[in-house]
Nanobody, 119 residues
Framework: QVQLVESGGGLVQAGGSLKLSCAVS????????LTWYRQAPGKQRDLVAA???????NFADSVKGRFTISRNTTKRTIDLTMNSLKPEDTAVYYC?????????????WGQGTQVTVST
């Protein structure tokens, strides 16, 4: 069974930084892309940043230049480093992974971690 465990959320003042981490466990699962999404109260879940198996990164326009994403292939972890945080970055952040296991395409979500940015 594939599991994603997120950590690193919390409360930070505007202009501050946080780093979120996501660890992927589960044997036989070949990871393709790792993605961070976020969902603010009353809003849809939106892509924040993604990195695929080739190391290509993609960012939402709202976080370009402020957030970075990195993955450790050996440890099967993904980090989202968030700088210059704004109150509008407040949301629950979710880790998402897709890939192959036993010839089947699978996608999995983490449980989410709260990020709150105060003014």
């Amino acid at each position: 069974q594939v599991q994603l465990v997120e950590s690193g959320g919390g409360l930070v003042q505007a202009g501050g930084s946080l780093k979120l981490s996501c660890a992927v466990s589960g044997s036989g699962f070949s990871i393709n892309a790792l993605t961070w999404y976020r969902q603010a109260p009353g809003k849809q879940r939106d892509l924040v940043a993604a990195i695929n198996s080739g190391g290509i990164r993609n960012f939402a326009d709202s976080v370009k230049g402020r957030f970075t994403i990195s993955r450790n292939t050996t440890k099967r972890t993904i980090d989202l480093t968030m700088n210059s945080l704004k109150p509008e970055d407040t949301a629950v952040y979710y880790c998402h992974v897709d890939g192959w296991r036993d010839g089947r395409w699978e996608t999995h979500w983490g449980q989410g971690t709260q990020v709150t940015v105060s003014t």
